[in-house]
């Protein structure tokens, strides 16, 4: 096909020429129902992998021209209004495997919960990895932002992740390449994470239980983890002061401050809320307000934990 046909291709013609997809595939799927903010336009079209295997195929087949975006829960992610151009991918049931090698490795697909990881980890006597347990995310996603909460982070428990890029090629990546630093992993933006071999110690059930529990009561008396929210909104700042994002936020007077719909949390003031009915754009005009109350206030720019994707303006149907 030429340069021309090409760049005129809408993401419907470029998925009906790949062959031998096995998952299913979604045209004009709505993304809102499939994050924590219930907000944001649909994908042009949404894949659901059944394994590794299938999503090497469609992204060896697919042209680069048409984007990729990988989904895990949304737990920390705000969909724009206008929805998300391209593919974006969800992993399916081949993904959820989990399983131990001894008695500390855990091996994990990138599908899989990260409560549910910490749950069976317990399960097997493996400890260490409690901290999972309060992050509402999956394996992929914990890997993608070095998730950590309760003086762990994913960082200190990772020994190697499987991933394919763009053109589905297949790595096996060390913790040298994942590159890990607060929120963020220096691993290729085009990186689909597979799975993970996490690293535990061997631990009695009732050890860990104890350490679950007192996670779970900290995040019900300190989060808003009921609502319809995105986690941390902003990462804490490296300023010299040592102050954390939702210091600064108070301090700026923004605890509690409104845009339609969308609101800061007065629970915990680095959370934005949805009430119902905010749209993407009451939150994330919401949180550039915040931002900039606080730059005038502390002068600290706030920088974005949350990802937000997608296009501000509703996409005509079939553009590509
Ligand atoms: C109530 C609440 C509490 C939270 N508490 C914490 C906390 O204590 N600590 C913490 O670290 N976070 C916390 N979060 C944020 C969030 O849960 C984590 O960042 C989590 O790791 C995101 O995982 P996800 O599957 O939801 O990813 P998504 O939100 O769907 O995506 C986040 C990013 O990861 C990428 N991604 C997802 N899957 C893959 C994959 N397979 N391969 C490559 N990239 C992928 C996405 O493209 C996106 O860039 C909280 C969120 C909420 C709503």
């Known amino acids: ?15 009906s020429n790949v062959r031998d997809l096995r998952g299913k595939i979604t045209p004009s799927a ?27 195929n ?18 920390n992610i705000l969909v724009r209004d206008g929805g998300i151009r391209g593919v974006v991918v969800r992993l399916g049931s081949g993904f959820h495997n989990i399983s131990k090698e001894d008695d500390s490795l855990v091996h994990v697909g990138a599908g899989v ?23 509402p995310g999956t394996i992929g996603g914990a890997l993608r932002m070095n998730a950590g909460a309760y003086g762990s982070e994913i960082k200190d ?25 607060y929120r963020y992993s220096k691993a290729p933006p085009d990186f689909i994470f597979l799975s993970a071999t996490l690293r535990g110690n061997p631990q009695s059930v009732e050890q860990i239980q104890t350490k679950m529990d007192e996670i779970k009561h900290s995040r019900e008396t300190s ?37 339609g719909d969308a609101q800061v949390s007065e629970k915990h003031c680095n959370f934005l809320i949805n009430h119902g009915h905010a749209k993407a754009s009451d939150l994330e005009n919401l949180g550039e ?17 949350i990802r937000r994707v997608g296009e501000h303006v509703r996409m005509q149907r079939g553009s590509a």
């Open 113 to 135: 919960l990260d409560a549910v990881t910490a749950r069976r980890a317990q399960k097997w006597g493996i400890g260490g990895l409690e901290f999972l347990s309060g992050v």
């Open 157 to 181: 428990v990772f020994v190697s992740a499987q991933a394919l890029d763009r053109r589905g090629k297949r790595y096996s990546l060390s913790a040298e390449d994942m590159g890990f630093a």
């Open 223 to 259: 989060q808003p983890i009921r609502t319809r929210t995105g986690g941390s909104t902003f990462k804490n700042p490296s300023d010299q002061t040592g102050r954390k994002a939702w210091q600064l936020i108070d301090e700026a007077g923004c605890r509690g401050l409104r845009e």
């Open 1 to 15: 096909m030429g340069d021309a046909a090409r760049a005129h291709m809408t993401v419907q013609d470029a998925l």
């Open 58 to 75: 469609l992204l060896q087949q697919l042209p680069d021209e048409i984007p990729i975006t990988v989904l895990g829960v949304g737990s």
């Open 289 to 305: 307000r915040v931002r900039q109350r606080v730059e005038r206030q502390s002068r600290i720019k706030l920088e974005w934990e």
């Open 30 to 56: 709505e993304l809102a129902p499939l994050t924590w903010f219930r907000v944001g336009g649909p994908a042009e079209a949404l894949f659901v992998p059944e394994d590794a295997d299938d999503l090497a």
